[in-house]
């Protein structure tokens, strides 16, 4: 080490187009609607998206039977179960679905393969927003496996129709890890059609190892609830880095991790907003770590439309904004 003093960026890093959706919905209807304007749960897991909203007159509630009857509420990125969208029709709430279309896509797995008689083995952590949402899709047919161990006590009615499906914010390895071991039980495991995490975990994921292998210390800035930046920190220390941390914020940085270190490694999870990037490099730049170089894995130019019910102006005009996504060329929303 020649204690030069320097960042490596991870890219890519940040926003995903689901995540971009999501929050253009809730400052479109606000924006149509005016406030207040209700979200079941966080629109996403960043503790600044969700502020930033509540300024603007968006007010989170954990259920929908906290909305007004009437009222404008919309789902979040994470998707909902059908027993949530009757419950929401039932009150007569105007509802706007914010769901990613990758979990969407999930979605339609899980009712597919419950139809065509499997079980479903849902690889996911119990509780998890979309976990929830998903199996509520095939409830009588969903078993919950929440990690490699769990794959080898988890019990099946017929080990001949049984498929795995997965959270889409995942580790990639620690998933792959529970499918082989399922495998050994189930040699009959059938898969879902296309891989279930998304492009986006997988990016930032494939970044951060490639940044690790240099890092002595890496800095994940994302939320303690959001699941694909926990696991950037998982995978980070996986993959090489002495030390790795979790912040909101720059000012959550403390110094003692910097002490005797050289090389940061920074990235964010999914639904990180850029600024929040930016202020972390501006405070290592303050401690000495101004040489900033970006390691770039992958390019991305996904991009989803708004949800349905905010395509259309006031006039009847159809929205032709374009939604901002960054994605590998070859992902789909199908």
């Known amino acids: 080490m020649d204690g030069h003093k320097r960042v490596l960026l991870a890219a890519p890093r940040g926003y995903c187009a689901g995540v971009d959706r999501a929050v253009v919905a809730v400052e479109k209807a606000l924006e149509r609607y005016g406030a207040p304007v209700y979200v079941r749960k966080q629109i996403v897991h960043n503790i600044h998206v969700v502020t930033e909203l509540e300024e603007k007159g968006a007010i989170f509630v954990e259920e929908v039977d906290e909305v007004p009857s009437g009222a404008h509420v919309v789902f979040s990125a994470h998707g909902v179960s059908p027993a949530v969208v009757e419950a929401a029709s039932d009150r007569g709430l105007l509802a706007i679905d914010a769901t990613c279309p990758l979990v969407t896509k999930v979605h339609r797995e899980a009712v597919r393969f419950a ?13 998890h927003e979309e976990v929830e949402g ?5 409830p009588e047919r969903v078993t919950i496996v929440n990690s490699p161990e769990e794959a080898d006590t988890v019990v099946v009615k017929d080990p001949s129709k049984v498929v795995w499906l997965s959270q889409t914010t995942l580790s990639v390895d620690e998933t792959m890890e529970t499918v082989n071991r399922l495998r050994l039980r189930f040699p009959d495991l059938q898969a879902p059609p296309s891989d279930d995490i998304c492009y986006a975990t997988q990016n930032r994921q494939v970044a951060i190892k490639k940044v690790a292998v240099d890092a002595e210390l890496v800095i994940v800035v994302g939320s303690s609830n959001s699941s694909n930046s926990v696991r950037l920190v998982e995978v ?5 880095a002495k030390a790795a941390y979790r912040v909101d914020y ?3 940085i403390k110094q003692e991790w910097l002490d005797g270190v050289a090389t940061v490694g920074v990235t964010s999870g999914a639904s990180v907003p850029e600024v929040l990037v930016r202020e972390v490099l501006e405070t ?5 770590y101004g040489d900033v170089e970006e390691i770039r894995t992958a390019e991305e130019d996904l991009m989803f439309s708004l949800p349905k019910e905010l395509r259309q102006d006031s006039s009847g005009q159809r929205d032709a904004r374009a939604l901002g996504g960054r994605a590998t060329a070859d992902s789909t929303t199908s």
């Open 115 to 127: 139809r065509d008689d499997f079980e479903i083995l849902l690889i996911g952590h119990e509780g």
């Open 134 to 138: 998903t199996a509520g899709h095939a």
């Open 236 to 240: 980070a220390l996986e993959y090489g």
């Open 250 to 252: 720059a000012e959550e």
């Open 284 to 288: 290592l730049a303050a401690a000495g």
